[in-house]
């Protein structure tokens, strides 16, 4: 029994121009730290293409096709301000998404204890209709919604503690009484949505927001007191982690002030959570996190409190 990496290359050729700041140097620096010799337990899988009917477990038909249409043959086309595309986007994207979907497989066959995704682009920004912030498809929903569909599991519970609130994902978990969401993150902040007031149709919403110079103690404190006892009180059957990296004070695109120590923290709690709840099981997929080296160093503590779970 292991952890999993799920990895593809074409993450690497998503190209959205120079200067974006979700560029393929975050996979390629990431990678290159967990190559070293720590990290040679991981079970490496490639991230396989995902079916395209499966985004629609997410998605309109009307957003899937429009993705797919907007892909250049050559250059790039911006979907947004933010978000931008080039011709093998579509490939990473459904690899991404068939990367979290292999990943809840593994787990939920017991071939491994539980999985990292390393892709791009990340998930949590697209909603049911629209892509947005740097997000094509709802990475997470999807994986939770493969669990569910493909393995009968009924209640899946997301933890993102990305620096910005995942509005896609409860945007696709809001009126689900048995997918619930709950997220840390900086506010206010792009996207603007995240208010304690957003609980979702039943109380599966559980939104925590932190104001600007937050750090260690405040985003623990809101871990330990809130949303801890939320994941619990829910009684998921899997939970899948929006590891987001960018409220790393490090990070160029926020102002919270966590440490790298900090990601090693909640990620071991979060598998003692797994632990506790759903014998483990416990599926983590790439968000943010746009300083490259607090990105990698950040990453490699969340990998290494995977594997000490199956120590
Ligand atoms: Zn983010």
């Given at each position: 029994?292991?952890?999993?990496?799920?990895?593809?290359?074409v993450?690497?050729?998503?190209?959205?121009?120079?200067h974006?700041?979700?560029?393929?140097?975050?996979?390629?620096?990431?990678?290159?730290v967990?190559?070293?010799?720590?990290?040679?337990?991981?079970?490496?899988?490639?991230?396989?293409?995902?079916?395209k009917?499966?985004?629609?477990?997410?998605?309109?038909?009307?957003?899937v096709?429009g993705?797919f249409?907007?892909?250049?043959?050559?250059?790039?086309?911006?979907?947004?301000?933010?978000?931008?595309?080039?011709?093998?986007?579509?490939?990473?994207?459904?690899?991404?998404?068939?990367?979290?979907?292999?990943?809840?497989?593994?787990?939920?066959?017991?071939?491994?204890?539980?999985?990292?995704?390393?892709?791009?682009?990340?998930?949590?920004h697209?909603?049911?209709?629209?892509a947005?912030?740097?997000?094509?498809?709802?990475?997470?929903?999807?994986?939770a919604?493969?669990?569910?569909?493909?393995?009968?599991?009924?209640?899946?519970?997301?933890?993102?503690?990305?620096?910005h609130h995942?509005?896609?994902?409860q945007?696709?978990?809001?009126?689900?009484?048995?997918?619930?969401?709950?997220?840390?993150h900086?506010s206010?902040l792009f996207?603007?949505?995240?208010?304690?007031?957003?609980?979702?149709?039943?109380?599966?919403?559980?939104?925590c927001?932190?104001?600007?110079?937050?750090?260690?103690?405040e985003?623990?404190?809101?871990?330990?007191?809130?949303?801890?006892?939320?994941?619990?009180?829910?009684?998921?059957?899997?939970?899948?982690?929006?590891?987001?990296?960018?409220?790393?004070r490090?990070?160029?695109?926020?102002?919270?002030?966590?440490?790298?120590?900090?990601f090693?923290?909640?990620?071991?709690?979060?598998?003692?959570?797994s632990?506790?709840?759903?014998?483990?099981?416990?599926?983590?997929?790439?968000?943010?996190?746009?300083?490259t080296?607090?990105?990698?160093?950040?990453?490699?503590?969340?990998?290494?409190?995977?594997?000490?779970?199956?120590?």
């Amino acid at each position: 029994m292991t952890t999993a990496l799920l990895y593809h290359p074409v993450s690497l050729l998503h190209d959205t121009g120079i200067h974006h700041p979700e560029s393929p140097l975050r996979i390629k620096e990431t990678l290159s730290v967990l190559s070293e010799a720590d990290f040679d337990a991981l079970d490496r899988r490639e991230a396989p293409v995902i079916d395209k009917a499966k985004l629609l477990w997410a998605h309109t038909k009307d957003h899937v096709d429009g993705v797919f249409q907007a892909i250049p043959d050559t250059g790039y086309v911006a979907i947004d301000g933010d978000t931008v595309i080039c011709k093998d986007s579509g490939e990473a994207a459904l690899r991404a998404a068939g990367g979290i979907c292999a990943a809840v497989d593994a787990v939920m066959n017991n071939e491994v204890d539980n999985a990292f995704c390393l892709s791009r682009p990340p998930g949590h920004h697209a909603e049911r209709d629209r892509a947005m912030g740097f997000c094509l498809f709802c990475n997470p929903a999807i994986g939770a919604y493969q669990a569910r569909n493909e393995h009968g599991l009924q209640k899946v519970a997301v933890i993102d503690f990305d620096v910005h609130h995942g509005n896609g994902t409860q945007d696709v978990f809001w009126s689900d009484p048995d997918m619930f969401y709950g997220s840390t993150h900086g506010s206010p902040l792009f996207p603007g949505t995240g208010s304690e007031g957003e609980v979702g149709v039943a109380g599966n919403i559980l939104n925590c927001p932190l104001p600007s110079g937050a750090g260690s103690y405040e985003f623990r404190k809101v871990m330990e007191d809130k949303i801890f006892p939320g994941v619990q009180d829910f009684r998921p059957e899997l939970i899948i982690v929006s590891a987001g990296f960018d409220a790393h004070r490090e990070d160029p695109l926020a102002s919270l002030n966590l440490e790298d120590e900090d990601f090693g923290w909640v990620s071991r709690r979060i598998v003692e959570l797994s632990q506790k709840l759903c014998q483990g099981r416990l599926v983590s997929i790439l968000e943010g996190g746009y300083n490259t080296h607090a990105l990698s160093r950040s990453v490699a503590l969340h990998v290494r409190a995977l594997m000490n779970a199956t120590d």
